[in-house]
């Protein structure tokens, strides 16, 4: 069974920094590109950005490249997601995604929740 | 960036026939492959994935569930809408970097 755990989420102040994590298992996981989404409360989905399968390919959404850093760690099964600069606008449920081909997600975690307050 | 418009909320009577929009800015089909995907969303829960490369099914989505277009169009196919499918659906482009999502179309029951 393919199952995306994140962890890392929580309250952090403005202008900290927080890293996500998300642990996959039941797959191979060094096989997919693998893929951040976000979703402001009461919001639409907001694509983050991905990453290959060996991380020499990272695209970004634009407005966030300069904030988000995604990484993996293909021998811990692990995708990652840091980011810094925190401010209020960041608040959401962040989820962790594979995408299998064509850059789609087939699979999702349940999302961690990250609040940016003073 | 390649910006998807769907209108905000449709309202169907169970049993009936759904049919929500997704236009792109820009055409997101590549030679044969019209790089569009289709996923749901309930309250409270992650998205799934309904429908891949615009007309694919998802594995483990009802046959009532299907999709159609190409180029700029797209279509989400709800047919019949049972009681279950009472959500909100978002097309995603991912012919062009950044991938993006459309707003949303939050069905509802009439």
């Known amino acids: 069974e393919v199952k995306l755990v994140e962890s890392g989420g929580g309250l952090v102040q403005p202008g900290r920094s927080l890293k996500l994590s998300c642990a996959a298992s039941?797959?191979?996981?060094?096989?997919?590109?693998m893929g951040w989404v976000r979703q402001a409360p009461g919001k639409g989905l907001e694509w983050i950005g991905e990453?290959?399968?060996?991380?020499?390919?990272?695209n970004y959404t634009p407005s966030l490249k300069d904030k988000f850093t995604i990484s993996r760690d293909n021998a811990q099964n692990t995708l990652y997601l840091q980011m810094s600069k925190l401010g209020s606008e960041d608040t959401a449920i962040y989820y962790c995604a594979r995408a299998p081909g064509f850059y789609y997600f087939d699979y999702w975690g349940q999302g961690v929740m990250v609040t940016v307050s003073s | 960036d390649i910006v998807l418009t769907q209108s905000p909320a449709l309202a169907v009577s169970l049993g009936q026939r759904a049919t929500i929009s997704c236009r792109a800015s820009q055409s997101v089909s590549i030679s044969r492959y019209n790089l569009m995907h289709w996923y749901q969303q309930k309250p409270g829960q992650q998205p799934k994935l309904l429908i891949y490369r615009a007309s694919n099914l998802a594995s483990g989505i009802p046959a009532r569930f299907s999709g159609s277009g190409s180029g700029t169009d797209f279509t989400l196919t709800i047919n019949p809408v049972q009681a279950d499918d009472i959500a909100t659906y978002y097309c995603?482009?991912?012919?062009?970097?950044?991938?993006?999502f459309g707003a949303g179309t939050k069905l509802e029951l009439k």
């Open positions: 990453i290959n399968q060996d991380s020499s390919t990272i």
């Open positions: 995603q482009q991912s012919r062009e970097s950044p991938n993006t």
């Open positions: 039941g797959f191979s996981f060094n096989d997919y590109w």
